[in-house]
């Protein structure tokens, strides 16, 4: 019995990123192999070193390399504003597109209990040890506006609004339905500073 051929190994694993299909990995496997072998021996260095040394910022739970993120550790940053969105993506696309100069909170995701996705998996027992900390005075909740982003805003404006704290969500400009890495920076901005009150 033959061991799989590498090529069938290497088509299947670029199956894993999104959107990429089995005739995506196939254009994707024979362009590196055939044009671009310095660039797949790059992309395959890099790969191995980013799935190896980023992790999870020990305080708001981006991806980076250190313990803490370059946001959270600098000490410019407004931490009385504390801005919760659901994905590491989501917080670049507002880093992008707007001036806010508070701090984050990543969630990894939304509530959803038919997928298993509860309180537990989202870290949101440290968001509320973090707005125990008594630094935070407005939690904005930069939550897609779907049906488990709604059950996971309301979560965690409940816990907010428990500690006395202003709670306000991002406004116009978020279509229903619609997730924030996909909006173009000028409808995020808008959104962004018009944020109202939960």
């Known amino acids: 019995m033959s061991a799989r051929p590498l090529l069938d190994q290497l ?15 196939q254009r994707i496997a024979f362009h590196l192999l055939e044009r ?3 660039g ?10 980013a799935m190896r040394d980023i992790g999870q910022c020990d305080r708001c739970r981006t991806l980076t390399e250190a313990s803490r993120c370059a946001l959270c550790a600098d000490p410019r940053r407004d931490s009385a504003q504390l801005c ?25 995701g939304r509530l ?10 989202l870290g949101l027992e440290r968001l509320a040890a973090r707005l125990d900390e008594g630094e935070v005075r407005e939690v904005i909740l930069a939550i897609s506006p779907t049906v488990e982003g709604g059950a996971t805003a309301h ?3 409940d816990l907010a609004a428990g500690r006395g704290l202003s709670v306000t969500r991002l406004a116009q400009g978020v279509p229903l339905g619609g997730e924030l ?15 109202r009150a939960l």
Request: charged fraction near 25%; proline fraction near 6%; include cysteine.
């Open 11 to 25: 088509i299947d694993a670029l199956r894993c990123l999104p959107g990429v299909g089995p005739k995506s990995a």
């Open 36 to 38: 671009d072998r310095e």
């Open 40 to 49: 797949g021996e790059r992309l395959a260095r890099v790969m191995a070193c």
């Open 84 to 108: 919760v969105v659901e994905q590491p993506s989501d917080l670049v696309a507002i880093e992008q597109a707007t001036d806010f100069r508070g701090l984050y909170f990543v969630l990894g």
């Open 112 to 121: 959803s209990p038919l997928d298993g996705i509860g309180p537990a998996e």
């Open 155 to 157: 979560f965690i404006a």
């Open 181 to 195: 890495d996909h909006l173009d920076g000028g409808t995020l901005a808008l959104a962004f500073a018009g944020r």
